[in-house]
């Protein structure tokens, strides 16, 4: 895979999560691909049920994003996710991605993202002042996955 196709994968998935095509999404990862972030820990179908599940749901949703890096099998992806949370709550996340690729599919994603001060904005009052505690992150994490039918972070 050379610089151009993972630029051309990170575009594509970036491009259909802006239009909100979950379905997209999913079909760039393989499927025994990984993705970690603050909230979730998945692997193969798993991460393409959480885009259908996450885009489906968010009719607010307006995402930018830049490539950073997009090397032989590798890539980085500054982006920014602006929506209302539960329908009310503006939130504006600003991540970093970190991609592995392979035969044109991605294989692993690693999402960074400061989590206190997501929950700040998304839950108010008890993210301000639980967000930067393991136990806190565990039940939004809980709440997340059954919310779009997944299994928690461990």
Known sequence: MNNGDTQ???????DAFSRRDGAVMASLYAPGAQFEDPIFKLQGEEI???WVALTSRSKDLSISYTVGQAAAGRGVVEWTARYLFGGKRPV??????EFELADGLITKQTD???FPRWAAQALGAPGSLFGSFAWFRKKVSRDAATRIGLPPKP
Do not use: E, H, P, Q
């Not at 051309?8 to 970036?14: G, I, P, S, Y």
């Open 48 to 50: 393409g049920r959480m």
């Open 92 to 97: 504006v996340n600003v991540i970093l991605s």
């Open 112 to 114: 960074r993202w400061d």
């Open 8 to 14: 051309a994968v990170l575009t594509k998935l970036f």
